[in-house]
Every structure is written in C-alpha cells, then in structure tokens.
C-alpha cells in the first residue's frame, strides 16, 4: 500500500519537476543536467528510506548498520576520484559520485526488499498514511534546505569556486552524520523497546554511551579533517579545510536533535518534528543570505552550525513542555559536551603554535587517545558488546 502511494507521488513530482526544470535552472543557478539527476537520486533515496523502514523492525541493525556506512564512504571515495579526474567543473565529482553508487545500492536495495512487497490496495490504510507522512513534508524539505540550500546560496552569491571549497569541508565534516544515522539505524529497534517497556534506565544508558561514541568521532574530525582533505582533494581546494570543525560542531548538535526528535516521531505528533526543521530551515536561509555576500563560504559553516544547535533545542523543549514524555535528562549530553570545549580550545592553540607538521600530529594524537579515553572508559566493555550486536545490561 505505502509503496503504491510513494511510487504515484514520486512520479508526480518528477514529471512537475521537470516541467519547471528550465524555469529552475534561472532561480538556483545550476546547470540544466544537474538538475535532471535529482529526478533518478530522489528513486534512490526512497528506496534507501523503504530499506532501513523494513530491516529496522527485524532488527537487523547490524545490515543496516553496514550498508549505511559502506554507501556513504563509498559514495564520498568516489566523488573524490572523480573530483580528481576531472578538468573543469569539478563539482560535478559528488553528483556524479552519489548517482553511481545511488544506483549500485537501489538494484540492491530492490533485491532485498522484493520478497516484503504486497501491491494490493485497501483504501483504509490511506487515511492512516497520509495522517503520519503529510505534516512530515515540510520537515523532509527543511531537512534539504539545512543540507543543501547553503551551497546553492554561496554558487549564487560567490560562484562555483567558492561552493566548491565549501562542499569538500562541508562533505568531510559530514562523515559525522554517516556515523550518527548509522548508529541510530541500528539501534532503533532497541529504542522502541525500551519506550513500550518504560525501560528508561537502559535507554539513558545508550543514549549516553551512544553520544560519547559520536563525540570520539567528532573530535577525531576536527583534529585530522584537515589532513584527510589534504590526501583527497587537490591543493586549489585546501584553502576551506578550515571550516570542517565547524561543520563537525554543528553535526554534534544534529545528534544532539536525534536523541530528543525520535521521541516526536514516536508517539506519531509529526507536525512538531516539521515546526522545528521550518524554524531552523527559515534561520538558515535569512542568515545565509544576509552573512553570506558579506564574508562567503565561512559564514554559511556557522550558520548551519547555529540552525542545527536551534533544533537541538526546540527539539528538546517540544518534549519537555508541549508532548510532556520522558526525555533523557540533559546533563547525560551536557556533560560530555561540555567536556570538549577545552580540548577543541587546544586544537586551535596547536594549530596557531607554528610548530613542524610532526610535532603537531603527534599532539594530536595525544589529544585524541586522551580524549577517547576519557569519553569511553566508563563504557568499554558494553560499547564493544554493542558493536557486535550483543544484548548488555
């Protein structure tokens, strides 16, 4: 039934989309082919989307879990290389990058979900459908604009080069995220469980176990996000490296929006989760456009950083004062959070010092192993049963 509705919907919208495609091509100033690829992602993300809705309730986190990362990693290897190869117009290496492997995961994705396909139709389920999905809209579109409507902003504004610089830092904070949906995917099954049982001590516990990994994570990109641009982009593209702690921040904050947003989507008020994606979205787009003539790529890195720290926020106080449900207290989060501030403030006195590319490394190394240490110790040995898919407690 749902997949009858998605497929009328996505045919719909891509035959008005590319009517208007021309029309488009003048307002977003992108070229008329790159437009005509949305047409093919947008099938490759509904079929990612119906995917991870399947195995989820099987509670097959550890597939997921893989296939997300595996897709991701290498979608962004190959936009690289093909980034690499090119001679002109090298944004082009992440569209073509992500349609390549959009395409290799969809044959795929559509192997593994064939046998849970039922085409029939019953009319009573379309109320229900339409009830949860149709006030999500606005938050799907949100979503993009947050992800991709700086971009087409600093195009527009300072031209392809400065997008350009922008999107390689933008694409490597972003690895952040792979890893969040990721960790999630996988552990939603546990967290509906823990919700219908009233578990709320063993769901506090992984959320804070889960947090501390996605922080170990983050710190290791902003101390080394430099170097992996170096080894993967081209030195004309090294001059925006600066900006990925920045992006990584702001996707601290996104997984700060995870822990508190699920609970929205779980007790099916989805109107809220749309309410906080139009907020951030519409921030994001005022302050793009006012910050973003002024001082480029730079600006449009911390006003992304401060929509996604929005979302955190209204996200956790619609749980705390509108829905009124148990939600993880916050000095599970603040304290880990707050716990970084120093360690990033020594990453930059490093980075300022002048010292040889050597010594700077192995600083940071220093800093990463202490890092992790302090972040995971507490949890060492549930964090290691939890990446292999066992059950602690």
């Not at 919208?13 to 590319?18: G, H, P």
């Not at 609970?263 to 787009?285: C, D, E, F, M, R």
């Not at 001082?295 to 926020?313: D, R």
């Amino acid at each position: 039934m749902s997949i009858i509705l998605t497929f009328c919907a996505y045919v719909i919208a891509s035959v008005v989309f590319l009517l208007l495609r021309r029309r488009l091509v003048g307002i977003l100033n992108l070229p008329y082919t790159v437009l005509g690829l949305m047409v093919p992602m947008a099938l490759f993300d509904v079929a990612d989307s119906i995917f991870k809705q399947v195995y989820q309730p099987l509670k097959e986190s550890k597939l997921i879990a893989i296939v997300m990362m595996v897709k991701s990693y290498t979608g962004f290897g190959l936009s690289v290389g093909i980034i690499l190869l090119l001679k002109r117009m090298l944004y082009l290496g992440p569209i073509f990058g992500s349609v390549l492997i959009g395409f290799v995961f969809f044959i795929y994705f559509v192997i593994k979900l064939r046998g849970f396909c039922d085409l029939s139709f019953n009319i009573r389920h379309v109320g229900y459908i339409m009830n949860y999905s149709v006030p999500l809209i606005p938050y799907t579109l949100s979503g993009y604009i947050l992800a991709q409507f700086d971009r087409i902003m600093i195009n527009s504004y300072k031209g392809s080069d400065d997008a350009g610089l922008y999107s390689l830092a933008y694409n490597i904070g972003m690895l952040l995220a792979v890893v969040i949906g990721s960790i999630n995917a996988a552990w939603m099954p546990k967290y509906f469980e823990y919700l219908n049982r009233e578990q709320y001590t063993d769901h506090d516990r992984d959320v804070d176990r889960i947090f501390r990994i996605i922080l170990v994570v983050a710190f290791f990109l902003i101390l080394f996000g430099k170097q992996i641009g170096f080894i993967l982009a081209k030195r004309d593209y090294h001059t925006g490296l600066h900006i990925v702690p920045i992006v990584v921040a702001g996707y601290i904050f996104y997984g700060l929006f995870t822990i508190y947003g699920r609970n929205i989507g779980y007790v099916k008020k989805t109107i809220h989760s749309s309410i906080v994606l139009l907020v951030s979205g519409a921030v994001n787009v005022v302050l793009n456009a006012v910050f973003i003539p002024r001082y480029g790529y730079v600006a449009a890195a911390y006003t992304t950083l401060l929509s996604y720290f929005i979302m955190a926020v209204l996200a956790w106080v619609i749980n705390r004062y509108v829905l009124r449900m148990y939600s993880t207290p916050l000095k599970i989060v603040v304290v880990p959070l707050v716990s970084i501030i120093p360690f990033i403030a020594l990453f930059y006195a490093v980075e300022k010092s002048g010292l040889t590319v050597y010594i700077t490394l192995g600083i940071k190394t220093v800093l990463l192993v202490v890092w992790v240490f302090i972040m995971l110790f507490k949890y060492r040995k549930d964090i290691m049963s939890f990446l292999r898919g066992q059950e602690t407690r």
